[in-house]
């Protein structure tokens, strides 16, 4: 119950950021979301943790490659 739990918030935050992130920015999330939580053991904190990184992740990528705006 508690993993069905997560995976619905995770995926509610994923439709938020949608609208308001890049692409790179919001695979950054999903993929450190599902990093943190596998190597947490399933820990929310563990994929609160990794989806953060991931975004920011995403960020930087997204800055550096996009020179022509």
């Known amino acids: 119950m ?4 997560m995976a ?19 695979i950054g999330t999903a993929g450190g979301a599902a990093v943190g939580y596998g190597v947490t053991g399933g ?6 943790g990794g989806a953060a990184v991931g975004y920011g992740a995403g960020k930087v990528y997204d800055d ?3 020179n022509n705006q």
């Open 64 to 66: 550096k490659h996009n």
């Open 8 to 26: 619905i918030v995770i995926g509610a935050a994923l439709v938020a950021l949608a609208g308001c992130a890049s692409k790179a920015e919001t």
């Open 43 to 48: 820990s929310a904190l563990g994929t609160l």
């Open 2 to 5: 508690r993993k069905s739990t």
